[in-house]
């Protein structure tokens, strides 16, 4: 039960402390306008929110002007929510007659934010199993690499790369001289530039710690040897400010007791094989963007893995960004169009409204502390978020989830936005009562009349019928086992299926 | 069985037609002695093989000579087999007492055989499932990318990149000049030559259509504009040569009835997601890395994978060089030589071995066209080469595998390697009979006594119980399944385990 003075109820709504909220398009922004509605804003009034259409009209009408003021107004007040939005390309440009095919405001948002890092966990609902049992983190390095390079397509002859050092005496010198030889070649060059992974590592090895996740260190700098220095600065931040306290809390067991290094593409495999969860990498852009991809479809899709860009503002603050790593859902945008029930799975963008006003009612507490206001405030919200996030789960876990979680029987999108509304209400008003029931839960399915099984026996014969041992038994081992058990159903007598 | 010129037997040796048999360390060099002697040498005369000893110590006592000319030999010979090497670290040039750190001889192996791809296979054995239910090709190109990059570690000043062509009378012009404003980066500037990438099409288009599967082009050109001609040349040669007969096969149909290009970030997800296998990649040299690595872990372990270098003589004629994807084993040749019992599994070396006597025979038969001894050798090894592979899958099959197949009471190394070696003498002598019993074959399943069983009803049950419907019952979901059907064995009260 929360403390008094942080219950929140519809009679009195709380000011939400000013954040920035990015509007996208589509389903995705269908589904937020409602979920804000039905269930932050009988809590909560949101007028201090600043908001930004970033839809392509919206971008056209104002010739972009719109993402450069989100970008300032980020930069200002330092939390962001974003929903997805659409970059167009060409038939979309056409479709909606736009002036221009505006690009991704990515680049904008990392450079005005002063993007370190884009952090991507996986997403767990409370009491249901996904790929991995406990949490992944992950810190991808928002600058350098490829994303940024110059490049040109060239024939036969020779490339020249020269570094000029700013400062006045240092001589200039040559970075590489080749000889191209084929006819067809493309030519490339990039940097890395390393002054914020300092700031990267705190977060990273600040997070883990906090989590109780045992932190990797991922590159390919075995053959690529000038990430090198990212490695190095890692490491020395963690040895200074972060081994002790990993060894403490026993995180570094199972690595040797130390921080370990592993190579990009042994971590293609250690993703597939640590599916037990319950450890974090930092890594480059590229292979960050590559192994997230990998970690969502291992945990189950992009909507259950979270997509938080971090930046830094010049006072040492920082800003953070916080979206849904899926896109908007045409598909489904359509069916609704047409009329036809969807049912959209929220948690991601959830996950992100919920790390957004949390951020934001931080800030706004360090910024004005000793406001008793202002902390009450904070309290307010981040009870209002883990009451949110309880009633979510279990809004799952009643069966009551949408389609892709629930199966046929699942929720509509509009339906499943009530649910939890509902649920939040209920388990929001509970908190007042004197002395409250206790908070509904599933129970464990252990519980359950009948249950005195004798586990080891189960183990015994599940081994027995998962001939490959590889932990499953699929369809073709699950017929065998039938057949021996004299319970499989049989073709040619027509025959009654055992009561299951 | 085969026709009577092709068969074999101890007799009358075979002269193995010439290749390049490239030795190297520890426990697969063991391994392999052994196969050589027990499987191959029996049928063959292997004095036109061409041994190089690629050990540390050797590379040191030639001062890397050894190198040299197995290159050249492979370079006039065109077939190779390559056993597991080992680069030499710090510590083993301390321990092995080494002049230098020898590098790892893939840079000269690459450059000195045009290395246009590295051919990376799913290996499969008839009758055991794995990873992937049906082959994964993969064409890893061999060259460019920042493998070859140069580089520096450089503060704030200015990076200028130059190409100055070749041809007379064309004016260099800038590729790239960017600022630095950190105090910490690195610059890297590599290119990518495509000249090959016309082969690499032909080789991966000619494989995929032969054994008919899919095939997929992996770029991340969406964001990484220069590797727009790597697609658009494979997409060319795929127009021109090779769609019309992939359409006819059917081998379209399941992507839209054109060649599909993924972006490497989503080819991570669909690698996870289909394990029906039957579908090829081609990629540039690191995405290859990563998603190869992947692949090996999704079907079981790198073990599982082939590794195969192409390239090409300057008469059209390919250069291959076949070695297994896995390392030296060094647990297991230190528990060898404590004269402990050690398990190893020789598929991806088998594999190897048998590709490289393949492509041997082929390019010789090739090179004396009309010599029908050639031809008859020919016919000889991939009769040999067949038998082999049915009676190493037979083995597994028969439960007479190694420990990492066939659990603890799988076979040591040597009785493996001893068992094939019976298995393969009685499936070439019984070729010899006039009228031949049937091959050994494990029997289908589906044919025992009792198997009458409605495939419908058993798939309805399965659904049933298959709560999370990933397509497997997991431990969770078999208790739960037990439970329902009244056949868990209970703790308390002690039972008779149902008779399975």
Redesign the interface.
């Known amino acids: 039960k929360p403390p008094k003075h942080a219950m929140l109820s519809t009679d009195k709504k709380v000011k939400a402390p000013p954040m920035v909220y990015i509007a996208g398009e589509e389903m995705t922004r269908y589904a937020c306008d409602l979920m804000v509605q039905k269930w932050f804003q009988p809590y909560f009034d949101t007028s201090a929110w600043q908001y930004f259409d970033l839809s392509c009209a919206s971008r056209d009408a104002t010739d972009d002007q719109v993402l450069k003021d989100a970008v300032q107004a980020g930069k200002d007040i330092g939390a962001i929510f974003k929903e997805p939005t659409i970059t167009p390309s060409a038939l979309q440009v056409k479709q909606m007659g736009l002036k221009k095919a505006w690009g991704s405001p990515n680049g904008a948002m990392r450079r005005g934010w002063n993007g370190i890092t884009i952090s991507r966990d996986t997403i767990h609902i409370d009491g249901i199993?996904l790929g991995y049992k406990n949490p992944v983190f992950f810190e991808r390095h928002a600058v350098g690499g490829?994303?940024g390079?110059?490049?040109?397509?060239?024939?036969?002859?020779?490339?020249?790369?020269?570094?000029?050092?700013?400062?006045e005496g240092?001589p200039p010198?040559v970075?590489?001289?080749?000889d191209?030889?084929?006819?067809?070649?493309?030519?490339?060059?990039?940097?890395?530039?390393?002054?914020?992974v300092t700031s990267l590592a705190h977060l990273f090895f600040g997070r883990c710690l906090e989590a109780g996740i045992t932190p990797y260190i991922v590159t390919?700098k075995t053959?690529?040897?000038?990430?090198e220095?990212f490695w190095a600065t890692m490491k020395e931040v963690f040895d200074k400010d972060y081994k002790e306290k990993f060894l403490e809390k026993g995180l570094l067991d199972k690595c040797g007791g130390d921080l370990q290094h592993l190579i990009?593409?042994?971590a293609?495999?250690q993703l597939?094989?640590w599916t037990d969860g319950g450890f974090g990498m930092a890594a480059h852009n590229?292979?960050g963007?590559?192994?997230t991809?990998?970690i969502?479809?291992?945990h189950r899709s992009p909507g259950f893995i979270t997509s938080n860009l971090v930046g830094k503002k010049d006072d040492g603050s920082l800003i953070k960004e916080f979206e849904a790593s899926h896109g908007t859902v045409t598909d489904l945008w359509n069916d609704h169009l047409a009329g036809r029930d969807t049912s959209l799975n929220p948690l991601g963008l959830v996950e992100a409204m919920i790390g957004a006003m949390e951020h934001a009612a931080t800030l706004d507490a360090e910024r004005h502390s000793g406001d008793g206001g202002k902390l009450q405030t904070k309290d307010q919200v981040f009870n209002f978020t883990t009451t949110l996030r309880t009633a979510l789960h279990n809004t799952f876990r009643y069966g009551q989830g949408t389609r892709d979680m629930s199966?046929p029987s699942g929720f509509t999108t509009e339906d499943f936005i009530e649910k939890v509304a509902w649920r939040l209400g209920r388990y929001l008003s509970m908190q007042y009562d004197e002395s409250p029931p206790p908070t509904l839960k599933e129970p464990d399915?252990k519980y359950r009349r009948?249950?005195?099984?004798?586990?080891e026996?189960?183990?015994a014969?599940?081994a027995?019928?998962d001939k490959?041992?590889d932990?499953?038994?699929?369809?073709?081992e699950?017929?065998?086992?039938?057949?021996?058990?004299n319970?499989?159903?049989?073709?040619?007598k027509p025959t009654k299926?055992?009561d299951?």
Chains 1, 2 share one sequence.
């Open positions: 199993e490829e994303y390079a110059g490049w040109n397509q060239v024939g036969k002859g020779t490339l020249l790369t020269t570094y000029l050092p700013k400062e240092s010198f970075v590489d001289k080749r191209l030889t084929d006819d067809h070649n493309v030519v490339v060059v990039y940097h890395n530039p390393y002054d914020n390919k053959v690529f040897k000038w990430q220095g990009s593409d042994a293609t495999m597939i094989r590229y292979d963007d590559m192994l991809d990998q969502a479809q291992v199966g399915r009948n249950y005195d099984i004798d586990e026996a189960v183990s014969m599940f027995k019928y490959n041992g932990g499953f038994i699929d369809f073709e699950f017929t065998r086992m039938l057949v021996k058990m319970l499989a159903p049989a073709k040619a299926t055992p299951v």
